[in-house]
């Protein structure tokens, strides 16, 4: 199976000096926005397309490192200065000829393709003339783009050494995207003898009906007539399209195009297609064809999948140690590929959860239930006078028995990390002896120490007591307000936050939780 092992970037975009390495069936980026995941996509998408027109349609004005450009444009500009940018991708070793070779930047022995841009040389003088006006100008324009192997072959849009499909549902209505799709599946489906013979027949259809429908028409004319067009720009391939249930599916609705265009490209009967580079699937996507997407995915066949995603289900459900973690403030890249397989198989199976919310977070509060995330916003306010985001702090309700599942990923990510938890009458047990394999500078566990204020709600009410006696108490008949607070958790919580807000108390545990993660 021919597949993509390492991509190396130069100047491109956000991206200074970068590399990463792929797994070669599956890769998921994760990362905020601007983080630089779609760039790698593009960078794959450029490089395997070996496309000019398409490197120039996008321009190299938004394709160079703009630091790196300002940071010429403020020295003092020698020729022999001028930044380069280069993507290299590094692939599975098949000893091709054509792609073998050490024209690349390791400097090694290994098949691989790249795309370069760098100054004219034979533009020199031009360029130096640019360079020396009082007005700072990047000459962009005396650019050249070369694609080649590392055998130093040159290469074209013809010469496929991997095939690859790119489906952005960001952009799902985008016309040029959806020709673009249509072009690229039928090149990947088509066998060539069958893209000939088509053609060629569709050709000569144009000629049938210029000749039938068109001789009454063209015979008033003198010296003029029309004709059907037949160029690079109306042909075949152009004029495809592609139909369910006799519909365009440009004209289905945006959700459904996605779902057609991403089970059309990961079909097994596809087998042609090497690499697939899927831009954030969950866009349009109701929940349940979200779940449908997934299972298309893990089923399909022998292809290099790279997917952009921010939906915690289809990173979870795809298995967290294929995810790559790119990091926004940095060129920096973290994965999950040390996670226990217990761990990975339980965010597979749990119910639909945060996970990426807490990967992409600097700093959590975990909670175990609705009742804590409902009044704990209110609860940091009250102590820090702030909201939590202005600290960076992610509030996220997970379930109890997850706490572990979530303290590995934040061991393993540096994500600092407050838990806060009912001691559930014993609080050295459960606070402190449980999780002791986690404690750390940035993982702390926080409960009441007092093993008689068992739960976040008895604490409540003891801090409380005349407030909830009051809220709570009219119309109890065999309850207590306590009992009735316990067995009635998210309700209260939310009458308390409604009606009580501004007198409530905060537990002495959790303002040490607040006061901790806030630092």
């Given at each position: ?8 970037l130069?100047?491109f ?42 490197t ?16 010429f ?13 280069f ?12 792609l ?42 005396y ?6 192997t590392?055998?130093d072959?040159?290469?074209?849009g ?9 489906i ?23 066998l ?10 569709y ?26 067009r ?14 369910e ?31 697939i ?21 893990l ?30 403030n940095?060129?920096?890249v ?6 226990s ?42 102590v ?6 202005y ?38 047990k ?5 999780y ?58 939310f ?14 545990y ?10």
């Amino acid at each position: 199976m021919k597949h993509i092992q390492k991509i190396k970037l130069k100047n491109f975009r956000r991206f200074k000096s970068f590399e990463v390495t792929f797994d070669k069936t599956l890769n998921m980026l994760i990362g905020d926005n601007e983080a630089g995941k779609s760039s790698i996509l593009n960078a794959i998408d450029l490089v395997l397309s070996a496309s000019r027109s398409k490197t120039e349609t996008i321009g190299l004005e938004s394709l160079f490192n703009h630091e790196v450009v300002e940071e010429f444009l403020n020295s003092s500009k020698r020729y022999k200065d001028l930044p380069e940018l280069f993507i290299e991708i590094y692939l599975s070793e098949q000893n091709n000829p054509d792609l073998n070779g050490k024209n690349n930047s390791d400097n090694i022995i290994c098949d691989g393709l790249f795309m370069k841009c760098s100054p004219i040389d034979e533009l020199s003088k031009e360029i130096k003339e640019i360079l020396s006006q009082e007005e700072p100008c990047f000459p962009f324009e005396y650019y050249s783009i070369t694609f080649k192997t590392f055998s130093d072959q040159s290469v074209t849009g013809y010469s496929k050494f991997l095939k690859h499909i790119s489906i952005d549902n960001a952009h799902i209505s985008n016309e040029y995207a959806t020709r673009e799709y249509i072009k690229n599946m039928y090149s990947s489906y088509a066998l060539d003898t069958e893209k000939n013979k088509h053609k060629n027949e569709y050709r000569k259809h144009k000629e049938a009906f210029k000749r039938s429908a068109l001789t009454d028409l063209n015979s008033r004319f003198d010296g003029y007539a029309f004709g059907i067009r037949n160029n690079s720009k109306a042909n075949l391939e152009t004029d495809l399209t592609l139909t369910e249930a006799d519909i365009n599916i440009e004209n289905k609705g945006k959700g459904r195009q996605c779902f057609i265009k991403t089970e059309f490209a990961l079909n097994r009967s596809s087998g042609k297609i090497d690499v697939i580079l899927l831009e954030e699937p969950e866009n349009h996507l109701s929940h349940v064809n979200m779940k449908k997407i997934v299972g298309k995915i893990l089923d399909a066949g022998e292809k290099q999948l790279f997917i952009t995603t921010h939906n915690s289900l289809i990173s979870s459900r795809l298995d967290l140690r294929k995810a790559i973690l790119i990091n926004s403030n940095s060129t920096n890249v973290s994965r999950l590929n040390f996670l226990s397989e217990d761990t990975a198989k339980f965010f597979m199976k749990a119910p639909d959860n945060n996970v990426n919310e807490f990967i992409l977070s600097k700093k959590v509060i975990l909670v175990e239930g609705d009742a804590e995330f409902i009044l704990l916003e209110s609860f940091f306010k009250k102590v820090t006078t702030r909201d939590p985001h202005y600290f960076d702090i992610h509030i996220i309700s997970i379930g109890g028995t997850s706490f572990k599942r979530y303290l590995e990923l934040a061991k393993t990510l540096n994500v600092k990390t407050a838990v806060i938890r009912d001691n559930d009458g014993d609080y050295q047990k459960n606070c402190v002896e449980r999780y002791s394999e986690y404690a750390s500078d940035l993982i702390k566990i926080f409960g009441d120490s007092d093993n008689n204020r068992s739960t976040f709600e008895i604490c409540l009410y003891l801090e409380n007591q005349t407030l909830c006696e009051e809220l709570f108490a009219v119309s109890r008949r065999t309850l207590s307000v306590q009992d009735y607070m316990l067995h009635n958790k998210a309700d209260v919580a939310f009458d308390l936050l409604d009606k009580k807000e501004s007198s409530l108390h905060v537990p002495q545990y959790i303002k040490n939780a607040i006061e901790w993660i806030k630092q």
